[in-house]
């Protein structure tokens, strides 16, 4: 949490030192492939105990939020998303029948806009995981996985605008910053199309 707070009171910073501007904010829905890789140490450790038989796993989810865009000139911009995503993960233990992750995701993209309505983009991305293993095999057991997951990486993304729809497609790269002995995502790679209509929410120039 204090990561996105941190990059929300960076953008209103650079809000606050633009001359010409615009600000534009709307609904977003998106749907995203991810390929999660497994912590080394969690699978050898907890391989034989409860059957963990992958080290990486694909993961399809959609996922809604809310996009926050703001334009410095007609060349460049920078944009704000949070989404929310719920992830189940089905058979992939001895013990858990399925993983259930609430995903909460914020990324800060600065973009470069190039010929008419196109964007290419570069910035952060930050994920934080809350997974909630389904039990069927062990009697009062509680898995090491039952955790709250912090993740850091990058993203790149191209995008496209047609009046007020913006049309995006991310490549996302995150790691596992959480502090824990044995986690259960140690990484993973995400390709993320979605969709959003923007509202104008501020306009000025100086």
């Known amino acids: 949490m204090k ?23 709307g609904p977003v829905v998106g749907y995203e492939i991810s390929e999660i890789k497994v912590d080394n140490e969690f699978y050898y ?20 939020g809310i996009t926050l865009l703001h334009f410095f000139n007609k060349k460049y911009s920078i944009e704000v998303n949070s989404s929310y995503s719920r992830r189940k993960l089905e058979k992939i233990t001895y013990a858990a029948e399925y993983l259930v992750f609430d995903q909460f995701t914020s990324k800060m993209v600065f973009h470069r806009s190039f010929l008419k309505n196109k964007r290419i983009g570069f910035g952060v991305i930050y994920n934080n995981n809350r997974i909630k293993p389904t039990l069927s095999n062990f009697d009062n057991y509680s898995p090491v996985f039952l955790q709250n997951e912090n993740h850091l990486g990058y993203t790149v993304a191209i995008s496209y605008q047609y009046k007020n729809f913006v049309l995006d497609l991310s490549y996302n790269d995150i790691y596992n910053i959480s502090k824990y002995k044995y986690r259960y995502i140690s990484s993973s790679r995400s390709l993320d199309l979605s969709l959003a209509y923007m509202f104008v929410l501020s306009k000025k120039t100086k």
């Open 3 to 25: 990561i996105r707070n941190m990059l929300l009171i960076g953008l209103f910073v650079l809000f606050s030192f633009t001359g010409y501007s615009q600000t534009l904010i």
């Open 45 to 64: 450790h907890y391989r034989a105990l409860i059957y963990f038989p992958y080290k990486s796993l694909i993961n399809n989810a959609l996922n809604y």
